[in-house]
């Protein structure tokens, strides 16, 4: 069965530090890895993609990994701001590349604190 | 460019009654995908429509279903409603069919429905 799991399901660190956050998943055959982020109350936003053959692909202060091998990705966050603080779900998407194969965590929701 | 726009963006329910949720995609997007997402079990995926016709549905009963409209707007049914269907209900849009490696999906804010 295709399972996407994500690490730690809850994290609070101080503004200003860096944290990483863990997706493992089981997916087979494996298309792309998608990382968004959910503020409360809104819809997820896009935050990167990659493909089988990228293993690091950043946007701003994020910054993914995969490891298409042990099937393991990591999102890193740099200095962390207040704004940060959201739910952080990792999406992967089978080969086909159909919606009906995408298979998602249940997220990691980051609070970031004074 | 406006975003993908849903409405309501709220509703309040009892049970055995229907509701109609819509979404309007951003322009010139083809693909309208639709996901419910709860506390327990995150976001799921409902169905997908391209150019009116749906190419995917993912495990959900038949109380659930939507259409296509040329204007690539859409809008998902659920009748009968049940408590457990309370929930944030999602639409997405994207260029091509979603799930593509080079393609991006733009989330609605959603509509928060409660079933009482």
Redesign the interface.
Same mark, same amino acid.
């Given at each position: 069965k295709n399972q996407v799991e994500q690490s730690p399901q809850s994290l609070i660190i101080l503004e200003g530090k860096n944290c990483t956050l863990q997706c493992n998943y089981t997916v087979s055959p494996f298309?792309?890895l998608r990382w968004?982020k959910q503020d409360t109350?809104?819809?997820?936003? /896009?935050l990167t993609?990659m493909?089988f053959s990228e293993n690091t692909k950043s946007n701003g202060r994020y910054t993914a990994t995969l490891d298409a091998d042990t099937k393991q990705s990591s999102l890193h966050i740099t200095a962390s701001q207040l704004s940060d603080s959201a739910s952080y779900?990792c999406?992967v /998407?089978?080969n086909?590349?159909?919606?009906?194969?995408?298979t998602?965590?249940?997220?990691t929701r980051l609070q970031v604190t004074l | 460019k406006a975003g993908v726009t849903q409405t309501p963006r709220y509703l309040i329910k009892t049970r055995g009654q229907q509701v109609t949720l819509s979404c309007s995609p951003i322009s010139g997007h083809r693909s309208v995908s639709w996901y419910q997402q709860t506390p327990g079990q995150g976001l799921q995926f409902l169905f997908e429509y391209f150019s009116e016709t749906q190419r995917n549905k993912g495990n959900f009963p038949g109380r659930f279903s939507g259409r296509q409209f040329s204007n690539s707007r859409s809008e998902m049914n659920v009748s009968t409603l049940e408590l457990g269907d309370s929930a944030l209900y999602l639409c997405a849009s994207s260029w091509f069919a979603s799930g593509g490696a080079t393609d991006t999906q733009y989330f609605g804010p959603g509509t928060r429905l409660t079933v009482l």
């Open positions: 298309s792309n968004y109350g809104r819809g997820p936003v /896009s993609i493909t779900i999406v /998407s089978g086909t590349g159909t919606a009906s194969k995408l998602f965590g249940t997220g | -």
